[in-house]
């Protein structure tokens, strides 16, 4: 028997030529990845953000958390590049152009060194711009191994739009 991850996975995953492919309901949800304590000293060298609750154990017990957790960034950018599991073009089509902006996020609950996440997107919005691009919004909600929302937000993004026929 399918997981429910593995049956959407399936369902969704078809790849995406152009905006006008998108319907407004339309969900995604990716395959799941455990945050390493690897993956937070990398993210730490990158951005320089060496805050103790994120890589000073002894300094994270004495916290709300109890121990270290991950940068609320890393977990969003880990997040959402999990789409990209199901496939090339399948959450931003193939005529993608720019990413458009990010609205409305919010970090709801750690992430911790060995919790896996996920993330479930679906399409809240089409928005045409002309005869030849539109914005597709898209609202992610990254979750933890309990189903418990660790961020969300708003994406959209640029994209071409399906040539119109020559008369």
């Excluded at 880990?78 to 599991?85: D, E, K, S, T, V």
Aim: net charge negative; proline share 4%.
């Amino acid at each position: 028997m399918k997981s429910v991850y593995e049956k959407e996975f399936l369902e969704s995953h078809l790849e995406k030529l152009y905006f006008d492919d998108y319907t407004i309901g339309e969900k995604f949800v990716s395959p799941a990845r455990t945050i390493t304590e690897a993956d937070i000293v990398t993210f730490a060298s990158l951005t320089g953000d060496w805050h103790p609750l994120h890589t000073d154990a002894e300094y994270a017990k004495s916290t709300p958390f109890g121990e270290r957790i991950a940068h609320g960034m890393l977990t969003l950018a880990i997040g959402a590049a999990l789409m990209f599991r199901l496939g090339e073009h399948v959450h931003l089509p193939k005529s993608f152009i720019a990413f458009y902006g990010m609205d409305s996020v919010r970090f709801y609950n750690p992430v911790k060194i060995g919790d896996t996440i996920h993330c479930e997107v679906e399409i809240t919005a089409l928005d045409v711009k002309d005869e030849t691009r539109g914005v597709i919004a898209a609202f992610y909600k990254i979750q933890n191994q309990r189903n418990e929302d660790v961020v969300v937000f708003t994406a959209r993004a640029l994209a071409g739009r399906k040539p119109q026929e020559q008369s």
